[in-house]
T-cell receptor
Framework: AQSVTQLGSHVSVSEGALVLLRCNYS??????LFWYVQYPNQGLQLLLK??????LVKGINGFEAEFKKSETSFHLTKPSAHMSDAAEYFC?????????????FGKGTKLSVKP | DAMVIQNPRYQVTQFGKPVTLSCSQT?????MYWYQQKSSQAPKLLFH???????NEADTPDNFQSRRPNTSFCFLDIRSPGLGDAAMYLC???????????FGPGTRLLVL
């Protein structure tokens, strides 16, 4: 069965520091992978997605993620954290690559940014 | 801008009193979803519609029902809310055979 594991429920960085949020997946078939961001009391906003094209995916707000099949990872990075990046981040895998409802989320990582 | 809209943003109901949450989308997408997200947890899929075809997740309680009268609108009905149903309810939409789900802002339900 497909699954997603996000390492670290809470990550704290200083403003201007590197952001690294970890995500590992398990899938028996080539996965589609996503990162979503959720600000307090808001819905989820798509940051970026991997759909078997380029392994390095660039998203909005300066975020990017690299798909590494050998490590079954899809870690999210940003070179320089900004205060506005403080939010909760969810990694997700799509089981069949389609839109049939099988989007499986990780438990989320809450990012704090210190001044 | 095309979007997914949820009303109301906050809903208070009483234990056992039926409540309906609303979702609409201007994306003209074929698939609509309802998720339940409890505090500090990941969103959990309750069900989805592929056009008019209803797909229920195996572990979604019977207390939760849904209606999709047309492409644009989808409703979540909770027949007898319990205290454990207090959560954020997220609606999403996606195209057929596309991978990206677009989410609304959510409705936070409080059960007294």
């Amino acid at each position: 069965a497909q699954s997603v594991t996000q390492l670290g429920s809470h990550v704290s960085v200083s403003e201007g520091a590197l952001v690294l949020l970890r995500c590992n997946y398990s899938s028996s078939v080539p996965p589609y992978l996503f990162w979503y961001v959720q600000y307090p009391n808001q819905g989820l906003q798509l940051l970026l997605k991997y759909t078997s094209a380029a392994t390095l995916v660039k998203g909005i707000n300066g975020f990017e993620a690299e798909f590494k099949k050998s490590e079954t990872s899809f870690h999210l990075t940003k070179p320089s954290a900004h205060m506005s990046d403080a939010a909760e981040y969810f990694c997700a895998v799509s089981v069949d690559g389609g839109s049939q409802g099988n989007l499986i989320f990780g438990k989320g990582t809450k990012l704090s940014v210190k001044p | 801008d095309a979007m997914v809209i949820q009303n109301p943003r906050y809903q208070v109901t009483q234990f056992g009193k039926p409540v309906t949450l609303s979702c609409s989308q201007t994306l003209n997408h074929n698939v609509m979803y309802w998720y339940q997200q409890k505090s500090s947890q990941a969103p959990k899929l309750l069900f989805h519609y592929y056009d008019k075809d209803f797909n229920n997740e195996a572990d979604t309680p019977d207390n939760f029902q849904s209606r999709r009268p047309n492409t644009s609108f989808c409703f979540l009905d909770i027949r007898s809310p319990g205290l454990g149903d207090a959560a954020m309810y997220l609606c999403a939409a996606s195209k057929v055979n596309q991978e990206t789900q677009y989410f609304g802002p959510g409705t936070r339900l409080l059960v007294l």
